[in-house]
């Protein structure tokens, strides 16, 4: 099967991929809304890790746009298909 890049892809490697990635994604959501529960901005900020926040805001950074081109995909294909 070709995708829209233009390469052979493993359509049951892709499916795999994504359901794993789905369960360390809600994995990690759960991890953030532990902290994000029992500590303000302010203490996170203050008591934190400079390093450390940096690090987890840049991975919710990069997942964010990464999503937001799969969602802009499938509104593009869905709009196509109406």
Do not use: W
């Not at 795999?16 to 991890?31: I, K």
């Not at 953030?32 to 450390?52: C, K, M, N």
């Amino acid at each position: 099967m070709v995708s829209g890049s233009k390469k052979q892809i493993d359509i049951a490697r892709l499916k795999a991929d994504l359901a794993a990635a789905s369960v360390e994604l809600l994995s990690a959501h759960c991890a953030a809304d532990r902290v994000r529960l029992q500590y303000s901005p302010h203490d996170i900020v203050a008591f934190g890790e400079p390093r450390t926040l940096q690090r987890a805001i840049a991975s919710a950074e990069a997942l964010h746009s990464f999503f937001s081109q799969v969602q802009a995909q499938i509104n593009h294909e869905e709009g196509a298909n109406r």
